[in-house]
């Protein structure tokens, strides 16, 4: 089976290529090789011949789309819809990739699929305007949404947070925002079942558990300490958002609900905190200055 991954050089699409089963032709491209803001893509898509397209693309920007509206729509919604566009022509399938930021965090419970959505910000707006595209050109697609992705890979909040932890004696980190934690390399797991059991609509996917960013920091230290990424204690002190205000809006509670794609997929993640424990172990193995 062919399947060509977009967006290949962010955090999942190197989750996608470590995990590749057997049998898998992975065709990976990256923004160099693959722009899917343009509709040149759609041929090139044609030419590759894929059974399955899994969009991975994604302005990921939250603060930065609040100004450059036009450049995260371009890639979050244009991008999703020449994808689309390209799997109708081909008959192929097509895994595209949502966020937990197409609602608003007021309901205070696990969002289900069907939730509406009402996103709060420009990127939350564009993805959405994405699955909209998707949802209309390529019915039966399969639109996941995750939420808090990081990897031992790529920029996140692990990485910013290992990177101030080795530098500053303090940090203040929000605790009134609520999700969860999600390590690229389950997702990438949850991907390839997918693919494996032609999964179809929207589904939700996370580790298990909830967590803020303080209580997540808070275990980046912990764990780093542990596993000798860090070589000294670091104070992380919990604050309001409103301590720390952003350009962009962000949602006070975005768990997802996962139960329907955990049965429909007969997978079910560890908690967040074991998933984390898991990459830290495997950044630390990898790294050649573990606490550089």
């Not at 450059?68 to 799997?87: C, L, P």
């Not at 564009?126 to 808090?148: C, F, H, M, N, Y």
């Not at 993640?269 to 606490?291: E, N, Q």
Request: charged share 20%; hydrophobic share 40%; net charge negative.
């Amino acid at each position: 089976m062919k399947v060509l991954v977009t967006g290949a050089n962010g955090q999942l699409g190197h989750a996608l290529r470590r995990h590749v089963p057997t049998g898998v032709e992975l065709v990976a491209h990256g923004h160099d090789e693959l722009d899917v803001t343009q509709p040149q893509s759609v041929p090139h898509v044609l030419a590759i011949e894929p059974e399955v397209i899994v969009n991975a693309a994604a302005y990921t920007a939250v603060d930065q789309a609040e100004t450059a509206r036009a450049a995260a729509y371009a890639v979050n919604s244009s991008g999703a819809e020449h994808m689309a566009r390209a799997a109708r022509e081909l008959g192929c399938r097509l895994v595209h990739i949502s966020t937990d930021f197409v609602f608003d965090g007021a309901q205070g419970y696990p969002y289900t699929p069907e939730s509406k959505p009402n996103p709060l910000n420009v990127y939350g707006a564009s993805k959405l305007a994405g699955e909209q595209a998707v949802q209309a050109i390529k019915p039966d697609a399969l639109i996941l949404r995750t939420a808090w992705l990081y990897d031992e890979t790529g920029r996140n909040f692990l990485h910013s947070m290992l990177r101030l932890m080795r530098t500053r004696a303090e940090l203040h980190v929000v605790d009134d925002q609520i999700g969860t934690p999600t390590a690229a390399a389950g997702l990438a797991q949850c991907i390839w079942r997918a693919i494996e059991r032609r999964l179809g609509g929207i589904q939700h996917w996370t580790d298990a558990g909830v967590a803020s960013w303080y209580d997540f920091a808070v275990a980046i230290r912990q764990t780093a300490l542990s596993q000798g990424l860090l070589h000294r204690n670091v104070d992380v002190r919990p604050v309001p958002s409103s301590a720390y205000p952003t350009p962009a809006s962000r949602p006070t509670f975005s768990v997802l609900d996962k139960a329907a794609t955990w049965h429909a997929l007969a997978l079910t993640p560890g908690h967040w905190s074991t998933a984390l424990a898991d990459t830290l172990m495997r950044l630390a193995k990898t790294a050649d200055d573990p606490c550089s």
